[in-house]
Structure formats: C-alpha cells, structure tokens
C-alpha cells in the first residue's frame, strides 16, 4: 500500500481542475517535451544495442588479449551518472577544452560549431555511452548460458561469424536485448541532469520547472501522469516486441559456447573496440575528472564538504540496508506463500522502478502534505526530514534489491527449507540457519546495486531533499550547473569511485557463485 498510495495519489489528482498554466503548456510546450522524450528514447535505445551487443558477442564467443579484464571493465561505464559525463564531455570539448586548446596549440584551425554537444545529439551520445551496459550486462549474460549446439548446427551448414551472428545469435538474443534496452529507456526518461544542463525541454525538466518555478504542483502532477502513460506505453512495445516468444533448453545435455582463440590482426581489433569503447566510457571522462580535482580540491575540501559527504553515504547506507531487509521479508514471504496475494506483493515491489524519479517525487510529496495535514493540522513537520527522502528512494529502488534477493532464493530453492520445517524448526529460525547462509552473495549484490543507484539518484533528491541537505550527486549538478566545473569533479570522483567499488565486488561475487555452480 506505501508504495501505491504515492503513485495513486497522482492518479487523483489529475481530476483537479485545470489551471492556466496547464493551459498554455498544453497548447504551446507539451508537443515539444513528447518530441523531445521520443527522439531521446529512439536514437539511445538503438544505439545502446549497437554498442552492448557487439561486446557481449564478442566476449562470449572469443578468447582475446585483454578478455578477462573488459568482461568486466565495460560495465564501469555505469558508475558514472550521466549528467557527470554531460559536463565532463562539455568541458573537454568546448572552446576552451583539452582537445580544441590542443588543436590551437598545434595550429590547427576548428570551428567550435564542430565540438557542440549541448544538443539532442550530444545528449544521446551521453545516454548511449554511459548505459550501454545494461544491453551488455544482460545479453552477455544470456549468450554465456547458450548451447554450443546451436552455434555448431549453424557452422556445420557452412555458416560464417556473421551469418551465425545475424541469423542464430540476434533472434535468440531478442528478450535480453529488449530487456536491456528497456532499462536504458527508463534511465532515459528518469534523467533530469543531462537535459537540464544541455537545454532539452523533456518532461522531467517540465516537471521541475512546474514545481520549481512556476509553484504549480497541479501541472506537475498532469506532467507526471502524463509521463508515467508514456513509460507504461514503452513496456507494453517491450512486452509486445516478444511477442511472447521465450527461448529455452531442449535438451538436458547443454554445453556453453566453446570460446574461439583470435590471433593476429583479428585479436588486435578486438581488442581494440572493446579498448576504445572503455576509454569513452569511463577513462577518458574518469582521468578529466581527476585533472579538475587536483585543480580544485583545495578551494572545495572543507568541513562542510566532508559534512555533506557523510550524509550523502550515510543516507544510502542506512536506506540500502532498509531496501534489503524488506526485499527478503517480501521475497520469503512470496516463495513460502506461493499464492495469488504474494504474486501480487512482488509485482507490486517492482513497480517504483518502472516510474521516473521526478513521478515518484510528485507522488510522495502529496502524500507527506497530506498525511502533515491530517497528523499536524496542515504544519510542514514529515514533508521537511529526510524521513520523506528515505521512503522515496525506497519506492524507487525497492525493485532492484528485491530482484537480487528474489534470484537467490530461487537458486536454493526449497528443498532445505522443507526439510528444516519437518524437523521442527521455525520458519524465522530456519531462515538464520539455513535460508541466510545460502543466499549472502545475492544480499549482497542488492545491497551494492541499491547504494550504487541511491548514490547516482538526482531528480528525486533534488525535489525531495530537505532544506539545506545536499547529497553529493546534487553538490556536483550544482557547481556544473554554475558553470564550476572544476570544483564540481571532487563529488564526482567521489561518486565514481564507490559505485567502481561496487560494481567490482559485485563482479567477484558472481564469479564465485559462478565457480560454485560449477564444482
């Protein structure tokens, strides 16, 4: 109910009448914010295949120089929030950038025009390279798991690697494919930081504006339900584009794909796309930041820097830790039940991820005003503590803790959890002894996918945040958005680093649970 009340409260209140500000919207700016989202959502969710599935392929079907190290590597792009890449890329481009100073400085003469990003364009170079791995991540990980007897049917028949390619890999690939891409349209359409910074009128930004500028919580709310239509239209193409076609074994008699050894020209190009696909992705952009930093970390590092830092970490901990222990109170609750109810808890946990940030904004904060209203009389007492900010990022990453705990539990099973029962044992002591021991790897992996997202989170925090508490995602809007680039790198790199932590200790985890599986 805590994380439907919200949403339905968006629902409602569109019923309000409409004002004059919605008026005009309606009439003259809300064509251009559905162009805009649509143009933004189309060109970076074929893109992002493009980039994710080439590796992906690559890296399931050979052995190279360097495998081992981008098999993991090219998902680091993702420790990187896009609108930190929007003015890093920027920065390094403009007229008084790296590369056009360098270019000066060898007298080479460029038209500024050239190196503009802040455009469309710009933004779906943004999008496409810094969440390309979520194609990457689930396609890679669906090819690993394939059957060499499809690939070998395929090369028996005289087949080539693009042949194989196009005609066995693409269509068997299709459900992973959209499933990636569909997150990186939701990450598209959640953003605020690239848009806001390039100038790009799309919804997110219609909703700040509304709330932010113009006072207008009525129109922000018809903007947000406006959006979610559009996000609920995108799943149900996605749902529909599989046209319920599922792909599984056959056989018991499976055998992962048989990696080919490149040699020669063919592993150094290779080698090569993946190289160059990380550098634009993470090192270039990383290695600016660093620059910047050390330009700038004396005027930035202070007492109340190092203040803000703590409870930007603080805050995703704490909340991290809230979003697992439900997860795994949900999770059980649906495994040990098995009935229509809990299938509808567990859909109904997932659901806040499929919703834009500035939505759930909206949503909550109507909640807060009303239930500050029935509790203290219409007195700002729950809608000002970062009580409010807490529940939102619960609603919103709910999903991906849950999604991890869930997985691992289906990989135990339920066969000890049965067998503990029959001896006696309770279902809460039977879940220390036996459940917990066995599933610690994917609580783990929900924990660092949700300090990773909590960390990067921008529109929603920025509405939701108290007064005078900042995060150091938006401490880094902030200065950018101020044209303080430098000073802007520190709660950047910060950012960085952690969510790189993360991403690798989550990369060893699977690695063990993959050596397990194994033995």
Known sequence: MLVLIPNANILLNIFEPANENWNHIKEYLLQDYIVNSTILVL????????????????????????????????????????YIGAYTYNGMLNYTGILQTTLRSMGISVNPAYF???????????????????????????????SASLVEAARTLGK??????????????RGAIVAGVSLVILEVLNDYGVVKYFGIPTFSTAIFKTWFSMGDLNSAVRLSALLMVFVFGVLLIENFSRGGKRYSYSTTKVRPISKIKLSGIKAFLVSALCSSIFAIG????????????????????????????????????FTSILIVVISIIVANTVRISDNIFSKIYSKISILGYSIPGAVIAVGVLLFFLGLDN???????????????????????????????????????????????????IG??????????????????????????????ELPLTLILRP????????????????EMIHEAAISSIIIIFICSLAIYGIHKLSVKRGAKNVN
């Open 43 to 82: 060109f970076t969710g074929v893109f992002s295949i493009l980039i994710g599935l080439i590796p992906a392929w690559l890296i399931s079907q050979y052995e190279f120089p360097f495998r081992d190290f981008f098999k993991w590597a090219l998902i680091l792009p993702l420790a990187i929030p896009p």
């Open 116 to 146: 503009d990003i802040m455009n469309s364009s710009g933004a779906i170079f943004i999008y496409t390279i810094f969440l390309f791995p979520y194609v990457y991540i689930i396609t890679r990980s669906f090819l690993s798991k394939q």
């Open 160 to 173: 080539g690697p693009l042949q194989i390619f196009w005609h066995v890999i693409l269509p068997i690939s």
């Open 282 to 317: 993470f090192l270039i952009p990383t290695a600016q930041l660093l620059h910047w930093l050390w330009l700038s970390y004396a005027k930035v590092l202070d007492i109340d820097f190092l203040i803000l830092s703590f409870n930007s970490i603080f805050v995703a901990l």
């Open 374 to 424: 029935i509790i203290y009389s219409g007195n700002l007492v729950l809608t000002s503590t970062i009580l409010m900010l807490i529940f939102a990022y619960i609603i919103r990453f709910l999903a991906i803790g849950y999604n991890s705990v869930e997985s691992g539990f289906d990989k135990v099973g339920k066969s000890f959890f049965e067998a503990s029962r029959t001896l006696g």
């Open 427 to 456: 279902i809460t002591e039977t879940f220390f002894k036996v459940d917990l021991p066995m599933i610690k790897p994917a609580i783990s992996s929900a924990f660092l996918l949700s300090l990773i997202e909590i960390l990067k």
């Open 467 to 482: 007064f005078n508490f900042d995060t150091l995602a938006t401490k880094a809007f902030e200065y950018a958005s101020d």
